[in-house]
């Protein structure tokens, strides 16, 4: 099993970062603030190859590169391969879009019955609330939506949300994804977390995010607080390398697991990153010891 504790450079040998203090560190909105968005940027922390410079270049228009300086530090700064960096780096193999690939792989779209609300299975529902995300990964299959402004979705149209809900009482679960929901702020996340509590059909709330792997620091009392009021609420996060299981992130998907929040893990099976039976033992026995359900 790869060991965390040794899975990048470390903060500390970016001289960027030398003189952020911990306070600054292990606060969330420092992290993003500080979000590595430029090829410029993310020279002082790597030595930038060709092939992803010119990817930075040729995405974009279409899909944002934004790394926190958490995920960036475990980051293998003299190896491409690197699967942190292969995650979060553009590159250029990604403008090689063969016939095969789709807009919407998941029909997502033909299946919009209300601004961000997605029906298409009969008794659950997949609600987008905004399409900022903490990291924009690479392989993401929602680019269409991720790629565009930020924003979240306004609140009158919010209302056209639970007015479908409750008028279609067989949707018993729905999902909550975007973007990422834990980039929201505190008081509209948890305002959204009643609306839908609201309606008395939805027994289930899950929420997808990947704050738990590349800004674990968004786990915060108040956040874990906010679910537990509204529970039942399930957190589906998506941890794709034991390298991304450090202390930081585990201690993170603790604070959920004591709040009562079940916690799942959906890996996107990735080419050089995760393809490998050892790669995935190694993440999945690391996740369940983490409280983690894998699947
Ligand atoms: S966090 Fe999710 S929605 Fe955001 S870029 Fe990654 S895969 Fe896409």
Not at 48 to 64: D, K, P, Q
Request: net charge neutral; proline share 7%; charged share 25%.
């Amino acid at each position: 099993m790869s060991d965390p504790a040794h899975s990048g450079q470390g903060r500390w040998e970016v001289p960027l970062w030398r003189d952020v203090t911990d306070g600054q560190w292990n606060d969330w909105r420092w992290q993003v603030k500080h979000s590595i968005r430029t090829p410029d940027a993310l020279k002082k922390v790597l030595r930038l190859t060709a092939a992803e410079e010119e990817g930075f270049l040729a995405t974009r228009e279409v899909f944002h590169m934004a790394i926190t300086p958490y995920y960036a530090a475990l980051m293998d700064h003299g190896d491409p391969t690197c699967p942190i960096r292969r995650q979060a780096v553009p590159h250029i193999a990604e403008t090689h879009i063969t016939d095969a690939e789709m807009r919407d792989p998941l029909t997502e779209d033909t299946h919009v019955v209300a601004p961000g609300l997605v029906h298409r299975y009969p008794d659950r529902a997949l609600l987008l609330v905004n399409n900022m995300c903490a990291m924009y990964c690479r392989f993401c299959t929602r680019k269409r939506y991720t790629g565009a402004v930020n924003e979240t979705l306004p609140k009158a149209e919010f209302q056209q949300v639970l007015e479908y809900l409750h008028a279609h009482p067989e949707v018993r679960d729905v999902l909550v994804s975007g973007g990422d929901p834990f980039m929201m702020a505190d008081a509209r996340l948890d305002e959204l977390l009643a609306g839908l509590r609201s309606v008395p059909s939805v027994e289930v709330i899950r929420i997808g995010t990947r704050v738990p792997v590349v800004l674990p620091m968004r786990v915060t009392t108040e956040l874990t607080q906010i679910l537990r009021k509204h529970a039942p609420v399930w957190v589906n996060t998506h941890f794709n390398h034991p390298k991304e299981l450090t202390a930081e992130a585990r201690a993170a998907c603790g604070r959920l697991v004591d709040a009562g929040v079940p916690m799942g893990n959906q890996t996107v099976l990735l080419k050089g990153v995760n393809s490998s039976v050892r790669t995935l033992k190694a993440l999945f026995q690391l996740l369940v010891a983490t409280r983690v359900w894998p699947y």
